[in-house]
């Protein structure tokens, strides 16, 4: 089990940044880690996922080209670069972690057995 610690958030305005972190208690070469959001009323959504080891990253449609995914091996932990944000990115962030067991599985919730608490994201148009 991965305990996960999500931080970062905030209220900022139409076309600006944020960055959000996930602090994992331990990582290991086999590990993907993925960020999901979930905005009121609508289920939770794949945004963006990272292969431990190899780095490999992969995205949603909706944020290709404005958030960028990323892992630091010696604090393991992960980020989210948010760029461009849009009044429709205001959701609850979560990180997520789990081995990873095919590319095929990675933007679905169900690949994940652990999970952050989650860090509010509000963008203000």
């Known amino acids: 089990q991965v305990q996960l610690v999500e931080s970062g958030g905030g209220l900022v305005q139409a076309g600006g940044s944020l960055r959000l972190s996930c602090a994992a208690s331990?990582?290991?070469?086999?590990?993907?880690m993925a960020w999901f959001r979930q905005a009121p009323g609508k289920d939770r959504e794949f945004v963006a996922a990272i292969i431990w080891n190899s780095g490999s990253t992969y995205y949603a449609d909706s944020v290709k080209g404005r958030f960028t995914i990323s892992r630091d091996n010696a604090k393991n932990t992960m980020y989210l670069q948010m760029n461009s944000l849009k009044p429709e990115d205001t959701a609850v962030y979560y990180c997520?972690?789990?081995?990873?067991?095919?590319?095929?599985?990675?933007?679905?919730?169900?690949?994940?057995?652990?999970w952050g608490q989650g860090t509010q994201v509000t963008v203000s148009s």
């Open positions: 331990r990582t290991f070469s086999s590990l993907a």
């Open positions: 997520a972690a789990d081995f990873y067991r095919g590319t095929f599985r990675l933007g679905t919730e169900g690949a994940y057995d652990d």
